[in-house]
């Protein structure tokens, strides 16, 4: 039987206390029951199915579903680790999760590892890495001193990772029908509404954040009248992403740049 690896061969140390040795013992059974159970109880593929397709049909999940932020001079986009959770829900018997394994203070930094179990079929998916106590901003990388932002940096970093592994112990068509339904759950997020009072709530929702219409125009490729569902998924992506501070407004919308005559106009 094959465990995650922070339960095979973590180092012992002399000395054991009571307690760390009845969580090592709980640890290992709950392990064991776990497989016990998945196969005693094997998933239905079919109730995973529609389990992800009422999942990804609510709003509020859809909307999470997707992040956007800059990298360098170009914008990542991808799922977020609350899809990937939430299809591993649906589909079951799957255990994951991330841990710090060692924090070295004097080099400032932390080795973790992120891991994904399907406990019925027996596949698993382990990643080690490090991750500096350092933020990269400005153009530098910045140290962090402060715990809570160790803490914070080192769970967004073990996030991303363990997304990964999630998906990679997935159905790969399983996850690509769970990302349609959620665009369309988001294309479609005004409900009856006709597409025209969409759009100008989006608008209107933009020009709250201050972009204009014509910046919105100019990003998508298209005149307001012609946008289509999928445009205003997308839209709703980025407002999101903005909100959630993912990425800047400049960055999505630089803003236009001023030429000479505006300058010489604005002196006289």
Known sequence: MNYPANLQSAPAPDRIGQGTAVE????????QAA???ARQFPRN???AIAKMHTACSQKELAQRAFYRF?????????E??????????????IQFGVSELRRDDEYRQSEMQAWAWDMESNERASTTFIVPHARWANGQAQN??????????????????LREMIFTVLPVWYIEQAKTLCSKT???????KPRAQRVAEAITAFEGIGVTAEQI?????????KWTDHDLGQLQVIFTSIQRGEITRDEEFPPKPVTPDELTGSAA
């Not at 977020?80 to 018997?93: D, M, S, V």
């Open 186 to 192: 988001i294309s479609g997020a005004g409900g009856d």
């Open 45 to 47: 593929e079919a109730q």
């Open 35 to 37: 497989v016990l159970v």
């Open 217 to 225: 125009e100019a990003k998508l490729g298209r005149g307001s009248a």
């Open 24 to 31: 090592q013992s709980r640890a290992v059974a709950e392990v």
């Open 70 to 78: 800059p990298r360098g001079t170009s914008t990542v986009s991808g």
């Open 144 to 161: 962090l001193a402060d715990f809570r932002d160790v803490y914070e940096n080192n769970a967004n970093n073990g996030a991303r990772r």
């Open 80 to 93: 977020t680790i609350q899809l990937a959770k939430e299809l591993a829900r649906c589909w079951g018997n």
